[in-house]
Nanobody
Framework: QVQLVESGGGLVQTGGSLRLSCAVH????????MGWYRQAPGKQRELVAN???????NVADSVKGRFAISKDNTKNTVFLQMNSLKAEDAGVYYC??????????????WGQGTQVTVSA
């Protein structure tokens, strides 16, 4: 079993910053990719950023230059630093981890979601 524990969401003013964390607990074999998705009310969940096991980061165009993803392999934790937040960044942010199991199957895990609210 794998559990993702997210933290760091909250209320911030436009232009402010937040840092999200997601710690992976449980039986970990080989993590392929760690990432963050978000979902605003009435919209589909979208990828914000992800980072591969080798450290290659991919950031959505809508947040490029403002958000940065990083990870601490020793703690199996992924971070999302969010700067210059805008109203359109508000939503529930979900951590996602994909790992390869010993039988070579990939499995996705999701966090419970953390709310980010951006006020004017």
């Amino acid at each position: 079993q794998v559990q993702l524990v997210e933290s760091g969401g909250g209320l911030v003013q436009t232009g402010g910053s937040l840092r999200l964390s997601c710690a992976v607990h449980g039986t970990i074999f080989s993590i392929n990719i760690m990432g963050w998705y978000r979902q605003a009310p009435g919209k589909q969940r979208e990828l914000v950023a992800n980072i591969t096991g080798g450290g290659v980061a991919n950031v959505a165009d809508s947040v490029k230059g403002r958000f940065a993803i990083s990870k601490d392999n020793t703690k199996n934790t992924v971070f999302l630093q969010m700067n210059s937040l805008k109203a359109e960044d508000a939503g529930v942010y979900y951590c996602n981890v994909r790992q390869v199991k010993p039988d070579w199957r990939e499995e996705d895990y999701w966090g419970q979601g953390t709310q980010v609210t951006v006020s004017a």
